[in-house]
């Protein structure tokens, strides 16, 4: 059982898989759901960049993956790993695990590591699933500031039945302090709602951006920016063989 697993393993991190996956489930979302993605001409064509997204359902990381077209990594919960079949999916996926209850510096420096060797980011900035309500985090603006890539905001959100996906304008970080930290992350969130149509954009998403800046980001976040861990890990390049690092050209 263990050999069939590790070859099944095997089969799922080869390139195909993910854009096999990928296009079933655009197909898949776009007849069913009348999925509508405007403005992937602003995503980059090579190069890491950090993909700064809003989060109201749990068909938010396959919707957005899917409408990139390049081959994207998010962050999922370290649960999503624990049932054997469900990890081979979301490896499968470039999905890596996060543990949500503390301060995961292997989910930081795998992130960095990707985007050292130009794999783009997906991070939902609310960091769980909220219509309205949760105050966005600055993983996303961390990441991109110790990376030295741009932000890339994109908003998803639903009419009646249809996704709708749209993609802004990369934009650059400047500053590595808390203030400057919570800053863009404000600016990222702005951007999300600015990118949603008038009549559906969530006020108290509106009004987190707005109080972003004058709030302090998460303490822990201060540990993850001076662990010497950290900073090793933007160096180390990714392996050859690392599924991550497929990134065949560009599909659409």
């Known amino acids: 059982m263990n050999g069939m697993y590790r070859l099944l393993m095997r089969l799922v991190e080869m390139p195909w898989f993910y854009w096999t996956a990928r296009a079933a489930f655009q197909i898949f979302v776009r007849i069913g759901y009348g999925l509508r993605v405007d403005g992937a001409s602003r995503i980059p064509h090579e190069g890491g960049f950090v993909l700064a997204v809003n989060h109201v359902s749990a068909w938010d990381p396959p919707v957005v993956g899917s409408s990139v077209p390049r081959e994207i990594s998010f962050m999922a919960k370290k649960e999503l790993f624990d049932p054997p079949a469900v990890r081979l999916l979301v490896r499968g996926l470039r999905a890596f695990p996060v543990d949500r209850a503390r301060n995961d510096l292997s989910a930081v420096k795998e992130a960095l590591r990707r985007l050292r060797h130009d794999r783009p980011i997906g991070i939902f900035l609310q960091g769980t699933r909220s219509a309205d309500t949760t105050e966005a985090m600055d993983g996303a603006a961390f990441l991109a500031t110790r990376a030295q890539v741009p932000l890339l905001p994109a908003a998803v959100w639903r009419e009646g039945r249809r996704f709708r996906v749209r993609f802004g304008d990369p934009f650059p ?17 702005r951007r999300i709602v600015d990118l949603m149509p008038e009549g559906v954009r969530p006020a108290a998403i509106a009004e987190s951006a707005a109080r972003a800046e004058a709030q302090p980001g998460p303490d822990r976040l201060d540990a993850v920016q001076d662990d010497a861990s950290v900073r090793e890990a933007e160096a180390v390049p990714a392996r050859d063989d ?5 990134d065949p050209t560009q599909r659409s």
């Open 173 to 189: 970080v400047a500053g590595s302090d808390r203030a400057a930290l919570r800053r863009t992350t404000a600016d990222a969130m």
């Open 242 to 246: 690392d599924p991550s690092c497929h």
